[in-house]
């Protein structure tokens, strides 16, 4: 028979391999209400993910709906329904072509319109009156970080520049400055 610290610790390893890093979803909450849904902001963020890893040179990538299922826990009609929610935004492009000699939906993001649409999307929401605590008193409008948002924008030399790019970008500013 086991001792409580023994079975104790037996939970807090198990918990520990269920909430590893490889087994967390991202979903910037953001991403919810742009897209309207759980599924689709849970998608749109694995898309952003799997577009920066793409070997592909026109920036497509592929996944079975049984990757995804495996991936995000969402059914095939549940992805269908994700994508085309995605899709409606008009930064994503699918088409079929064969994976392993299956034909298998094949995904594009346009980040120049992906950029573009969301920080629409935040300026806009941004105007809105708020009820939480994120919320300037004076004025009645959320505490968004258009600023930030804007100054992301001015400061990129390019209409897209990776999350790398952008790094050594500040990188070479901080040595200049010495």
């Not at 979903?27 to 759980?38: D, E, N, Q, V, W």
């Not at 072509?97 to 094949?106: D, V």
């Not at 600023?147 to 790019?165: G, V």
Request: charged share 25%; aromatic share 10%; net charge positive.
């Amino acid at each position: 028979m086991k001792s409580g610290i023994s079975r104790q610790r037996e939970v807090f390893d198990l918990v520990k391999h269920l909430t590893g890093q490889p087994n967390v979803l991202t979903i910037p909450r953001a991403f919810i209400a742009y897209t309207g849904s759980l599924e689709a902001a849970l998608l749109l963020s694995q898309i952003i993910y799997w577009s920066d890893r793409t070997s592909n040179p026109q920036g497509w990538f592929w996944k079975s709906y049984r990757e995804w299922e495996e991936e995000l826990s969402l059914s095939k009609h549940k992805v269908n329904t994700a994508v085309n929610q995605i899709k409606s935004k008009g930064f994503l492009k699918t088409r079929v072509r064969k994976a392993n000699g299956t034909p298998t939906l094949h995904y594009k993001l346009d980040a120049n319109a992906f950029i573009a649409s969301i920080s629409v999307f935040l300026t806009m929401e941004s105007e809105k009156p708020s009820l939480s605590s994120n919320r300037d008193y004076s004025s009645g409008k959320r505490k968004t970080p258009i600023r930030s948002i804007k100054q992301f924008q001015q400061d990129r030399n390019s209409p897209y520049s990776t999350p790398a790019e952008e790094d050594q970008k500040r990188r070479a500013e901080i040595q200049g400055s010495r």
